[in-house]
């Protein structure tokens, strides 16, 4: 159990500085999620870490160590990839014991890491088996317990659940999560599925074009994102975004939009905001939708989509202005396609963007 | 079948006409092909069962009246080759004990190199490999007199290293295509997996690597076993005269006449030397095909 320390990192490769003076740092017995889309730079920054690239400049430190030019092997590390990579030569137990038979561990201790592993994963029927003759979710269970049983002070995961089925994948996040719970060891997760952070993390480090761009606990990220692109990264639908002008008049402070009018008073520092330029955001949850009656902003729009969920359904609106807003309803709401319904928000929970910075006000 | 006054013609499923010109003419060519490829292996085969007279007779293709396999032991221990009359079977135990290492050792390394080139990316790793590939092409009698001339300064011309060494060389560009292209399918996060489980080179070569190109080993084996018993070439130039293997044997014992030729030797003897190569294909063809094929698609 170790915490990880990335100091000025630079990652050249094939002629393109995928990472700039990276600086991270994964706390012991955090469980840390890489979050960004393809090209980010998070696969990258993991194999820095675990050793598989060269870095142009900056050090990684695991503990206390320096292991900027370790092997990856002496980096006290377990890693499990995307396609399992398990060794098809060999049956579980031998996949599972292969590390610690090249570390000459002797064989009664191997005997027993092997099956501590396979009981906490559930392996212990198929220790004899070949990979082929495994499910998906199995093969992936003996990726994580090889790279258990190695007593690692940190385990990397690079997108680890991303070739399983939806099904499967949900299954074995949770148990992903309860070893966690279990083990306590430090761990990197790589992935470009925000459930998988939201759900998983201790803390979420969101990353575009190699640059950490917010760096905090699921609740932060997702309530508080620092930025628009952070903002439009997580939360699923979007947040619905509105360029517009803040008005600061008595203590009271209000949005105004193309299509509508927001009193966002009830926004956490709303009165010290300097900018008038900006961009608002309202996640679909936090928008009401009221029917035509009783609207007492003058804020409609008119429902061009319903889309059922089954626990929820999601309201597509166009607004005067010819924008969309999405809305989330429980299931007690009805309302058809076509009808005119008018909307407002919870703005405590809103998002303000400066406009031409895109950072958070 | 039982048929009734009440099937007539109208009542019976159309068939298709069997035989149509179209396939006269694929059946056509394929039989002209075949004749073309077995008709001298049948010549050979009915030969070597012919007594003399009925060889001065001279009718070619005429199974013998008696097949005389006595011609085939006397190919094997008795024919006469320049001085030495003891068969062909001391160019047969040349052969084996030149193909069996030459084997081994050349897909060994070319397994290697492939294994390297693929995983172990270096700066150099891929001039290399183009320099390799170069080689293929240039045609290696163009090579014949510069090796004959390195092998006399370093002292080992027309000794058994010379040719073990010559054929492991000249496997070398095909069989390290082979694996490197077997290897190039193989994900890289298996190596990586490896690797973070402190393997080193050869052990990842050897535990890992190796084990799992099986199909690309039997390919480069029937290769190599093939190719290197069926040369004449360099076995006649680097070989020297204490280890012609079977095929040069073969040359000289045909060349070796005392007034008339012995054809149903001859056919005795050539029979001898192409049967190991034919039965390496009859009992591995189809493993061949599944090597060929599992190196294409990786399953």
Redesign the interface.
Known sequence: MAQVNVKDLDIVLGGNNILKSMNLEVRDGEFLVLLGPSGCGKSTLLHSIAGFIDVTEGQILIGDKDVTWADPKDRDIGMVFQSYALYPTMNVERNMSFGLRVARVPKAEIESRVERAASMLHLTDLLKRRPSQLSGGQRQRVAIGRALVRDAKVFLFDEPLSNLDAKLRSELRRELKQLHQQLETTMIYVTHYQVEAMTLATRIAVMKAGVIQQIGSPDEIYNYPTNLFVAGFLGAPTMNTFRGKLLQDNGQTTFVGPAFMANLSSYPNAKNIQTSEVIVGFRPENINLTDGKTSTNGNSGRISLIEPLGPQNIVWLTLTDGSTLSAVTDTQWHGKVGETISFDFDSARASVFDAKTEQRV | MTTSAIATPSVAKPRKQLLTPARIGVYAFLLFTSAFFLLPLYVMLVTSLKSSDEVRAAVLFAWPASPQFGNWVEAWSTACISLACDGIRGGFWNSVRLVIPATILSVFLGALNGYALSFWRSKWGDVLFAILMLGAFVPFQIMIYPLVAWFRLGGFYNTYWAILLVHCIFGMPVLTLLFRNYFVSV?Q??F????????GFW?IFL??ML??ATPMIIVATILQITGIWNDYLFGLIFAGKDNYPMTVQLNNLVNTTFGERRYHIDMAATILTSLVPLLVYFFSGRWFVRGIAAGAVKG
Not at chain 2, 192 to 199: E, L, P, T, V
């Open positions: 994900p996060e298996l990586k997996a490896a690797r973070i489980d402190g393997g052990r535990q890992l084990p799992m």
